[in-house]
T-cell receptor, first 113, second 115 residues
Framework: GNSVTQMEGPVTLSEEAFLTINCTYTATGYPSLFWYVQYPGEGLQLLLKATKADDKGSNKGFEATYRKETTSFHLEKGSVQVSDSAVYFCALSDPGDFNKFYFGSGTKLNVKP | DTAVSQTPKYLVTQMGNDKSIKCEQNLGHDTMYWYKQDSKKFLKIMFSYNNKELIINETVPNRFSPKSPDKAHLNLHINSLELGDSAVYFC??????????????FGPGTRLTVL
């Protein structure tokens, strides 16, 4: 079946530190992969996505590469800011099942000044 | 302009009551979804409609009934509310509901508290 596993949080970093949030997946078909961000009290916003192997999604300094050989989609940012503090969700969509989304459990990021 | 909107934002009610949450999207999308987010932030899909037709119906108590009067609206009605229904409910929409990379856009959420 389909599932997404994310590293447990919270992750606490100082401003300008390097960020990695690990995400691995299992899938029956050829999924698309997504990272969403949820700021306190708000809904989820798309951060980036990739639709096939070796694609790199990027946005606002965040990057993730679709690695089929390691079934991973790790999120990275070279220099985090306090404003990046939020919960980050990795997700996959299964095009063979009405694009049903499967979300990871979320990773809370705290960035300290 | 809000792309996906939900009302109400907060809902506090007693056990046993019946309540509804409304969702509207102005993106012209064909597909809409309801998700439940529990206290540990875990998100689980409940239902999905494509052009007013139910296409995803996860294992959800039949006290939950979605209704889509048109493709821009998807409401969630909950009968006989229980303590375990307390959660944040998110509505989402996507352009097609199929195909690679079809992104889902989320509303702000409705925090339901059952006392």
């Amino acid at each position: 079946g389909n599932s997404v596993t994310q590293m447990e949080g919270p992750v606490t970093l100082s401003e300008e530190a390097f960020l990695t949030i690990n995400c691995t997946y299992t899938a029956t078909g050829y999924p698309s992969l997504f990272w969403y961000v949820q700021y306190p009290g708000e809904g989820l916003q798309l951060l980036l996505k990739a639709t096939k192997a070796d694609d790199k999604g990027s946005n606002k300094g965040f990057e993730a590469t679709y690695r089929k050989e390691t079934t991973s989609f790790h999120l990275e940012k070279g220099s985090v800011q306090v404003s990046d503090s939020a919960v980050y969700f990795c997700a996959l969509s299964d095009p063979g099942d009405f694009n049903k989304f499967y979300f990871g459990s979320g990773t809370k990021l705290n960035v300290k000044p | 302009d809000t792309a996906v909107s939900q009302t109400p934002k907060y809902l506090v009610t007693q056990m046993g009551n019946d309540k509804s949450i409304k969702c509207e999207q102005n993106l012209g999308h064909d597909t809409m979804y309801w998700y439940k987010q529990d206290s540990k932030k875990f998100l689980k899909i409940m239902f999905s409609y494509n052009n007013k037709e139910l296409i995803i119906n996860e294992t959800v108590p039949n006290r939950f009934s979605p209704k889509s009067p048109d493709k821009a609206h998807l409401n969630l009605h909950i009968n006989s509310l229980e303590l375990g229904d307390s959660a944040v409910y998110f509505c989402a929409s996507s352009q097609y509901g199929q195909g690679a990379g079809d992104t889902q856009y989320f509303g702000p959420g409705t925090r339901l508290t059952v006392l």
